[in-house]
């Protein structure tokens, strides 16, 4: 989940998690990323919510984030992202799917 930090982002990222889904939030700023999921915590969803680093104009980034779901659970079921609008995303995401798959 992209821009989870706030606004429409964290409130559907929340959603997901209420209804058992295992969400990663991301925020470029990790201190607000961090502080997101603390606040979450709160609606007792430490089970369904982690947080990891992501800038979705940083291609190391976004490498970064498909390192991590693949190696932390296997696959991607669901890409919600709030900032797919600006077309350098829609690039960036095609690469994330394509890492995680394993189809350099």
Not at 12 to 34: D, H, P, Q
Not at 51 to 78: N, Y
């Amino acid at each position: 989940m992209t821009g989870a930090n706030k606004g429409i982002g964290y409130g559907i990222c929340k959603k997901l998690a209420l209804n058992g889904i295992v969400v990663v939030l991301t925020a470029r700023n990790e201190e607000r990323g961090l502080e997101a999921v603390e606040r979450l915590k709160e609606f007792g969803l430490s089970d369904f919510v982690v947080f990891h680093q992501l800038d979705v104009t940083d291609p190391s980034s976004v490498t970064s984030l498909a390192h991590f779901i693949k190696t932390r659970f296997g696959k991607l079921d669901i890409l919600v992202s709030v900032t797919i609008f600006f077309p350098s995303f829609q690039l960036l995401f095609r690469k994330l799917v394509l890492l995680i798959r394993n189809r350099h």
